[in-house]
């Protein structure tokens, strides 16, 4: 298993960035496709954002594209997602998550492709 752990959550006005960090151990970080899942309140856990092993490619929702980036540094075995120009509607706990030996075709969008998670982090967007 792998475990998790992320931070950057916070409290930021419409318009604003925060950066998310999320920090694995327990597996070799170059083995594992990452990814970047959102929850709010009373709605299904959806997909943000995910990075292959090697970071050379990316994937994102459709309404992040152009605001998030997602990136990582396999020497510190952590995953990023910056986001830029929040908007309310961004409000959710963020969690990060793991796939054990990287992604199968387009499985990076579904939760279930995942073998670990974090705890989470909230963020919160205000109007």
């Known amino acids: 298993q792998v475990r998790l752990v992320e931070s950057g959550g916070g409290l930021v006005q419409t318009g604003g960035s925060l950066r998310l960090s999320c920090v694995a151990s327990?597996?070799?970080?170059?083995?594992?496709?990452m990814g970047w899942f959102r929850q709010s309140p009373g709605k299904e856990r959806k997909f943000v954002a995910a990075i292959s092993e090697g970071g050379g490619w990316t994937y994102y929702e459709d309404s992040v594209k152009g605001r998030f980036t997602i990136s990582r540094d396999n020497a510190k075995n952590t995953v990023y997602l910056q986001m830029n120009t929040l908007r309310p509607e961004d409000t959710a706990v963020y969690y990060c998550?793991?796939?054990?030996?990287?992604?199968?075709?387009?499985?990076?969008?579904?939760?279930?492709?995942?073998?670990?998670w974090g705890q989470g982090t909230q963020v919160t967007v205000s109007s």
């Open positions: 998550a793991a796939a054990i030996g990287g992604f199968s075709n387009g499985s990076y969008y579904y939760s279930d492709e995942y073998d670990s």
């Open positions: 327990g597996r070799t970080f170059s083995g594992l496709g």
